[in-house]
């Protein structure tokens, strides 16, 4: 999922380059003002579900899911579809 919100992102930016400067900057800046919010969770991941969500689509805040396999095999399909 994460790779497909990648590339959707990158797809919506005239310029790529920047835009990975962009988010390279501010996970940088996410683990200096907080070093130990970020040891269980990847800053870059935090950038790239805050971007997808200021897009209108929801991803879990670092892509952090309680438990991924819980919900079941029809999980994605039920959060894509039940809207």
């Known amino acids: 999922m994460m790779s497909m919100d990648i590339k959707r992102l990158l797809l919506s930016e005239d310029n790529i380059f920047d835009f990975v400067n962009e988010v390279a900057a501010e996970a940088k800046r996410y683990v ?9 969770k ?16 929801y991803r879990p805040e670092a892509y952090l899911e309680d438990d991924p396999f819980k919900p079941g095999p029809g999980y994605l399909r039920r959060e894509l579809y039940d809207k």
């Not at 003002?33 to 970020?38: A, K, T």
């Not at 990847?42 to 689509?57: E, P, Q």
């Open 32 to 40: 200096e003002n907080n070093r130990d919010e970020y040891g269980a």
């Open 42 to 57: 990847k800053a870059i991941h935090h950038v790239l579900s805050n971007r997808m969500n200021d897009y209108g689509i």
